[in-house]
């Protein structure tokens, strides 16, 4: 009689009907099976809580430390002004080749390409390589005729376009570097298409590679130009403020390795090659470059100083692509690298650590899986099982100290933070869904979509005077996986409004909300039709 009546608590209905035996059965498994599986779940949750509690307090720790002795690259390494040469001329200025890889780029091609070639350079020490691996022979056409007109005005820039896209990026750059002029440049400047250097990008970085031969690569901070946009843009300046300021910082400062962005970066062509080169294995050909160019000795610099403008994503189907690649592409590189990281003997055991465990472990699957597995589903999940308890300061205290050291990186928003984490919490969900399918090689493990971007598009519809409101398709707007999220969420803060102890009810009817606001797409910029 007890289990019935316990089981009429969370299912209200008489045993007879559908409800009434749905909850017997689940009375039934909840003492053999849920109970326990709930709490080794809660213990492996607590677990990787902690894991991503030290790493945030030891990087604290370490970018304080950097900051109050003032611990900057060119302190630790040499780093000079080029300076002429009366004998030699332009010829003492190494080559420099400038790739900008692009795809369909039509609201941005011409300001990276004018970007790029802006750089200030001696003009017969530097080639600007525009990859354009564009479909629409249209947009092909409009950026072959900007190459056109640089040329005609003396710089020295290349058009080049290939037969197919196999490899995307990665078989793009790869391909760029098999051109005959390659083989005089010395560095490579890569910048992906809404990447706007400033002209002394180049006086501030070749020095590093200049006077250090051990160093393989600078890398530039991304600024980000339309952070103010829209909320989304704001939550993401807050993620990527943390990865710039912290993570990079550490990175570089101790280890003298962090993961390659990708962009804004500029490379010993030497090291590259002695890396084994671009792959397309993953999807973060940039990581997987790094790592192994780690591995064979070659050390890494970055200058927080240096901060080269791009754009975020602002509308959220962009936004999901991009977070989709951006986790399950290290989760699949940490699956195919994690043994030739262990086995390598060119770097130091300690340093082999921090790649396999705080590198890759700890921020590239253990922080994407435990933000959704713990704070969406084991903690709301508590509440229909009383008898399985999560310590307070598994629940609170932790939670609240890592998103205080994660937020602290752009303090203008600080009072966006309650937004901040419950958008984080949704996106984590694509995260772990993503990661998984990395570590499991799955369907979309290759999945390769580029990330949209609006440039000045934006602007110019919003103040058009002929503004058409969007047609929202349905099956476009509708997110169903957040739907089914946000509504499990509703489901265990009703419950625990009525009948539970926990008190939880506050944040998960938030997190609904959130999940829900996602699930039907009214969350970033939406693009007036043209």
Wanted: charged share 20%.
């Amino acid at each position: 009689m007890d289990s019935l009546s316990s089981a009429a608590t969370i299912f209200p209905g008489s045993g007879d009907d559908i409800t009434g035996q749905i909850g017997l059965i689940w009375e039934q498994a909840k003492a053999p099976l849920i109970v326990p599986l709930l709490k080794v779940l809660v213990v492996i949750c607590l677990g990787m809580s902690i894991m991503l509690f030290i790493e945030r307090v030891y990087m604290g720790i370490v970018i304080v430390l950097l900051k109050v002795f003032g611990r900057k690259p060119e302190k630790k390494y040499k780093w000079e002004p080029m300076k002429d040469d009366i004998e030699l001329g332009n010829s003492s200025y190494p080559m420099v080749l400038v790739q900008i890889p692009m795809y369909n780029e039509k609201e941005v091609y011409q300001l990276s390409i004018g970007a790029a070639c802006g750089l200030s350079w001696p003009s017969d020490r530097i080639v600007i390589q525009v990859l354009d691996d564009s479909t629409d022979p249209t947009i092909k056409d409009l950026v072959e005729l900007e190459c056109q007109r640089w040329a005609s005005k003396g710089i020295n820039i290349k058009y080049e376009i290939r037969n197919n896209r196999n490899g995307y990026k990665a078989g793009a750059l790869k391909e760029g570097m098999k051109h005959s002029y390659v083989k005089h440049c010395d560095f490579v400047a890569i910048f992906d298409a809404d990447f706007q250097p400033e002209p002394d990008f180049l006086w501030r970085t070749i020095p590093y590679l200049v006077h250090n031969p051990e160093i393989g690569l600078v890398q530039a901070r991304w600024k980000f130009v339309n952070a103010d946009e829209c909320m989304m843009t704001r939550m993401q300046e807050m993620s990527l403020d943390y990865h710039f300021k912290v993570e990079q910082e550490v990175g570089s400062a101790t280890y003298a390795f962090f993961g390659f962005n990708g962009t804004a970066g500029v490379w010993r062509i030497s090291a590259l090659n002695e890396a084994g080169g671009w792959k397309d294995r993953t999807t973060v050909e940039d990581m997987d470059l790094a790592v192994r160019a780690s591995l064979k000795g070659w050390k890494f610099v970055y200058v927080g100083d240096l901060k080269v403008k791009n754009e975020l994503p602002s509308t959220f189907k962009a936004y999901r692509y991009q977070q989709h690649r951006w986790s399950c592409g290290p989760a699949n590189l940490f699956k195919k690298m994690a043994m030739d990281i262990f086995k390598t003997k060119k770097v130091t055991l300690w340093k082999k650590l921090y790649v396999i465990y705080s590198f890759f472990f700890v921020r590239k699957i253990v922080a994407h899986i435990v933000t959704f597995v713990f704070y969406c589903i084991v903690m709301p999940a508590t509440v229909l099982v009383p008898e399985v308890e999560v310590p307070k300061w598994g629940a609170v205290y932790i939670p609240s100290i890592i998103t205080l050291l994660n937020a602290v990186g752009t303090p203008r928003s600080l009072h966006l933070m309650v937004f901040w984490i419950l958008f984080e919490n949704v996106m984590s969900l694509h995260r772990t869904k993503a990661t998984f399918i990395g570590l499991l090689e799955a369907g979309r493990v290759n999945e390769w979509v580029v990330t949209e971007k609006l440039g000045d598009a934006l602007k110019i519809k919003v103040g058009s005077k002929a503004i058409r409101k969007p047609r929202l398709k349905i099956g476009e707007r509708l997110h169903l996986l957040e739907f089914g999220v946000g509504a499990y969420l509703f489901f265990c803060a009703c419950y625990d409004i009525a009948f539970g102890e926990n008190h939880y009810f506050i944040y998960l009817f938030l997190q609904s909300m959130a999940f829900f606001i996602a699930g039907v797409g009214y969350i970033g910029t939406i693009v007036p039709n043209a």
